[in-house]
């Protein structure tokens, strides 16, 4: 396998929600009135059905919802998230807040969502000492959520929701809309979130980030028996393909999950992602890091070049000669590559993220000293049935480029001879033990995740990324 785009990840082979209740933010709900409380702080003690205090954040209270504010200045991704609370608030509540990116005339109780340094309002806060921000200031994905009093003229409460970064703005949108109920999974796997006529929120501060696995994501592949017809018969018949309309889906999922990376289909039946233009635009507009599969340098080795490093979908690399000598030519590669990098992508190609996966043969020729550059991501792959083959020793632990994990949770064989037996696509076969048991043991040794897309493997791989972008394990 030659070197990919992907720093420190975590991939695998995909899955939903376990609850909608989580341990960190007690959810209580009031029987009588139909109200939802919720506490926004670590350590706050649930709520007593129809108690209220004079403190709590009205989301949604007495036929009113709270205005949602996102600055003009911030990024994309923000916009969506707010967007996408909005609905999610509507689909609990039945009333759809209002989305500003005029702070005038909001309403008395607002939510503010913003990135630091990219929302005059929420940097207003801070410089004001109002927002506290230290713990989250220059950290990778870290939001902190919190219920501020009098933030902005004729506002009277506000409930803040600001990010380091981009991504973490929307990880902390998507995440009030888990704690009022809505699954990620809302449209993918058809869950309903129970009707409440209110949303309070406990005066508080919850913080979350930076997460232990730096790059977490989904790999789709193997689509020809499932996604690709679905999206090119069913859900996008004037593209025919899995194209923009179902990628932006997509990626709205993995945000839901607090998922940032993604490896794009690339059978046969489904063109290179990049042919669409604006599959590359929409994967920036919701800030996701795009990798590749058996494709080195981000192209399709069934439609675009192949430069042989390995073959067509999961085939062993043609040619090469003795172990020894596809050693010698896996390093070549690794140079040329590089090579191609620093002329076109950044003078320094440590700089440039790079994955290096030891999937089946390929593990042989790295236990057989194969050189790997030091800066370079090692991708460990479990044997396509949910064991890890192998993990960074002392010495590897060490290196640069640290390592990560490429997991399976569906898996499938093309081969008639092993079909049958090896076969798991619409039913989930791999043990929630054994994916609970390599997830820790793995980001506590490595750095990072990545898995596929079959709706019968929602639970591990949400169960999965909520381990994920959690903070050290």
């Keep these: 396998m030659a070197l990919q785009a992907a720093r420190r990840f975590v991939t695998g082979a995909t899955g939903g929600l376990p609850t909608r209740r989580t341990q960190r933010v007690p959810l209580q709900t009031c029987p009588t009135k139909s109200t939802l409380f919720l506490c926004a702080g670590l350590g706050l003690a649930g709520v007593a059905a129809g108690q209220t205090a004079a403190s709590d954040f009205k989301l949604v209270y007495q036929g009113a919802a709270a205005d949602l504010f996102v600055a003009p200045e911030d990024y994309k991704v923000a916009h969506i998230a707010a967007g996408d609370l909005a609905a999610d608030i509507e689909r609990v509540t039945g009333l759809k807040p209002r989305v500003k990116e005029n702070a005038a005339g909001l309403s008395p109780h607002a939510v503010l969502i913003g990135t630091l340094g990219h929302s005059a309002i929420i940097d207003a806060l801070v410089r004001g000492g109002k927002l506290n921000a230290d713990e989250i200031r220059g950290k990778w994905e870290s939001f902190l959520m919190m219920v501020v009093a009098d933030p902005l003229p004729g506002v009277q409460q506000a409930l803040v929701i600001a990010g380091s970064d ?162 010698q030519l896996m390093e070549r590669i690794f140079q040329d590559q590089r090579e191609i990098l620093a002329r076109r992508v950044n003078p320094d190609p440590s700089q440039v993220p790079q994955l290096f996966c030891a999937y089946q043969e390929v593990l042989e020729l790295y236990q057989a000293n194969l050189h790997v550059p030091d800066d370079a991501i090692l991708g460990w792959a479990d044997d396509n049935h949910g064991y890890i083959r192998q993990l960074s020793t002392p010495a590897e632990q060490k290196r640069a480029g640290g390592s990560g994990v490429y997991y399976h949770v569906s898996y499938t064989v093309t081969n008639p001879r092993f079909h049958a037996r090896n076969s798991r696509r619409w039913v989930m076969e791999t043990k929630p033990a054994s994916a609970w048991t390599a997830m820790p043991l793995s980001p506590a040794r490595q750095r990072r995740f990545t898995p596929r897309f079959p709706k019968p493997a929602k639970t591990p791989s949400t169960n999965w990324f909520c381990i994920l972008s959690a903070g050290p394990i």
């Design 166 to 327: 981009r991504r973490a703005t929307a990880f902390g949108a998507y995440d009030l809309s888990r704690q009022i109920g809505v699954s990620p999974w809302y449209w993918w796997a058809d869950v309903p979130p129970q009707h409440c006529d209110a949303l309070l929120i406990r005066a508080g501060r919850y913080r979350q980030g930076p997460p232990s696995v730096k790059y977490r994501g989904i790999f789709i592949n193997d689509e020809d028996w499932d996604i690709r017809p679905w999206a090119g018969r069913k859900f996008d018949p004037e593209l025919g393909d899995i194209g923009p309309k179902t990628y932006a889906r997509v990626f709205e999922l993995l945000l839901r999950l607090k998922a940032n990376y993604l490896w794009p289909a690339m059978h046969e039946c489904t063109q290179a992602f990049n042919l669409y233009p604006q599959n590359k635009l929409l994967a920036d507009d919701y800030a996701i890091v795009m990798g590749s599969h058996a494709e080195p340098m981000l192209r399709n080795n069934v439609t675009e070049w192949d430069s042989k490093m390995r073959g067509i979908h999961d085939s062993a690399m043609p040619g090469g000669g003795t172990v020894a000598e596809k050693v």
